[in-house]
């Protein structure tokens, strides 16, 4: 072993910790990365936080680079910026799907370099852009299309984030909780409460992992209108609305996970395509307002049953090491 590191530790169902965890030597093909930021990803990790993982989801749902199992005591994390430390490329400032800890061994090939003009600071929501262009994939937008993003949260922004850039299309960022009009201003997209939303969409992606946001979803869509459904309830089974007008309208509702590419791209397209591609969006500054909050590595136990309890509201927070 090549020592120790400290981990942010999910040790138990709503307990958490900084933990030593042992660090192991670097094969010829790995690198050493010594972590400068991490993001939460709030929903997957309150939901990890609390222990809700389901049982059936465990080998699924596992992070690329986890340390432990569900429900704990478990090391968990997929957004981390950092330096190479040594290995091949070392100096690079690169991302990885890592953990929040303070040193990792991973394989050189996992890693992607930053680009220049991409922020390290910035650069830790790259596994959240590259979520929203699988989901764009997956729903294919349109020029001028009609579009409502129903949930504002670090994955519903990102993904009108990155359609504000389509031409013609109309944006509009739909959630409950009004400050998030600061945010979708910011990215240059409309914004509304559910009950003011626009209806006659051509397509909805939903983020807000309710069952009240999916339901709206579905009533903002015009005739033969799709719903892309990008929320992941855990253990929760949410009620769908497809009584009423929902056959006579011929609705549809699509799933998309980042975990494989989407299929229209599969036969291109690598996961690490994908990735590099996030990274060059992320040269936009208007993605900075995502990161809505900071903290210090050290404060992450005390700071995560607060946004898993709802207690500290906002969208990414990035972990500074």
């Not at 090391?75 to 991302?95: C, K, Q």
């Not at 764009?136 to 949260?153: F, K, N």
């Not at 791209?265 to 060059?280: G, V």
């Amino acid at each position: 072993m090549a020592g120790t590191t400290r981990a942010f530790r999910v040790a138990a169902p709503g307990q958490a910790d900084i933990a030593d965890i042992p660090l192991p030597d670097p094969g010829p093909d790995d690198v050493v990365l010594r972590t400068r930021h991490s993001a939460v990803s709030r929903g997957t990790e309150s939901l990890v936080f609390r222990g809700q993982v389901p049982e059936s989801q465990y080998e699924l749902m596992r992070a690329p680079f986890q340390v432990g199992d569900f429900p704990g005591p478990v090391v968990y994390g997929y957004l981390a910026v950092g330096e190479v430390e040594a290995g091949p490329g070392a100096g690079r400032t690169v991302f990885a799907l890592a953990p929040h800890q303070e040193r990792v061994v991973v394989p050189a090939a996992s890693v992607v370099e930053v680009p220049a003009d991409v922020p390290p600071a910035r650069a830790v929501l790259a596994g959240t852009v590259e979520t929203a262009v699988n989901a764009l994939w997956d729903a294919a937008p349109r020029v001028g299309d009609r579009v409502a993003v129903v949930g504002a949260g670090m994955v519903g922004s990102a993904v009108a984030g990155v359609l504000a850039t389509f031409p013609g299309v109309r944006v509009e960022l739909v959630d409950v909780d009004t400050s998030r009009r600061a945010v979708a201003e910011a990215l240059g997209v409309g914004f509304a409460t559910p009950d003011a939303a626009t209806g006659e969409c051509d397509l909805v992606l939903h983020a807000s992992t309710t069952e009240a946001g999916l339901a709206r979803s579905l009533e903002l869509l015009g005739d033969e209108g799709e719903v892309v459904e990008m929320s992941w309830f855990g253990e929760n089974a949410p009620r769908v609305p497809l009584g009423e007008a929902f056959h006579s309208r011929r609705l549809a509702i699509r799933a998309s996970q980042v975990g494989r590419v989407a299929p229209a791209r599969r036969a291109r397209w690598s996961t690490t395509d994908r990735l590099r591609l996030a990274l060059r969006l992320l040269a936009d500054p208007r993605f900075e307002a995502l990161i809505t909050d900071t903290c210090a590595f050290e404060d992450l136990p005390t700071v995560m049953p607060q946004l898993a309890a709802g207690e500290r509201p906002g969208l990414a927070v990035r972990v500074d090491y």
